[in-house]
C-alpha cells in the first residue's frame, strides 16, 4: 500500500513536501506518481517518475513548480511544491500508475491567505 502525508494550510507562494511510504512491495520496481483532486473536480495526474531510470514526467501547472524525488532505501516518494497558489488545493494521492493499487486517504493542502 501507499499512505499519503505532509499536507497542511500554507500561504500562497509558499512551499510543501508531501511523502508517500510504500509498504508491500519494491518501490524501485515500479513507476510511481501523484495525482490530486480538488472539490468538484476529476481526479488529475500532477507527475510521474519512471521505475528505471528516475526520469520524471510533469503535467500542466506542475511544470516548473513541483518536483518529485524517490528514495528507495526509505521506501518513500516525495512531492516538493514550491510557488503554491490557491488552484492548487486538492487531495493529494500517490499511486503507482501503470498497476494502481487502492487509493489511500491522501493528503489534503489548502493554499489560502
Known amino acids: 500500500q501507499l499512505v499519503e502525508s505532509g499536507g497542511s494550510l500554507v500561504q500562497p507562494g509558499g512551499s510543501l513536501r508531501l511523502s508517500c511510504t510504500a509498504s508491500?512491495?519494491?518501490?524501485?520496481?515500479?513507476?510511481v506518481g501523484w495525482f490530486r483532486q480538488a472539490p468538484g473536480k476529476e481526479r488529475e495526474v500532477v507527475g510521474c517518475?519512471?521505475?528505471?531510470?528516475?526520469?520524471?514526467d510533469y503535467r500542466g501547472s506542475a511544470k516548473g513548480r513541483f518536483r518529485i524525488l524517490r528514495d528507495d532505501a526509505k521506501k518513500t516518494m516525495y512531492l516538493q511544491m514550491n510557488s503554491l497558489k490557491p488552484e492548487d488545493t486538492a487531495v493529494y494521492y500517490c499511486?503507482?500508475?501503470?498497476?494502481?493499487?487502492?487509493w489511500g486517504t491522501g493528503a489534503l493542502v489548502t493554499v489560502s491567505s
Open positions: 499511486n503507482r500508475p501503470n498497476s494502481l493499487l487502492p
Open positions: 508491500g512491495f519494491t518501490l524501485g520496481y515500479y513507476a
Open positions: 517518475v519512471s521505475s528505471a531510470d528516475g526520469v520524471t
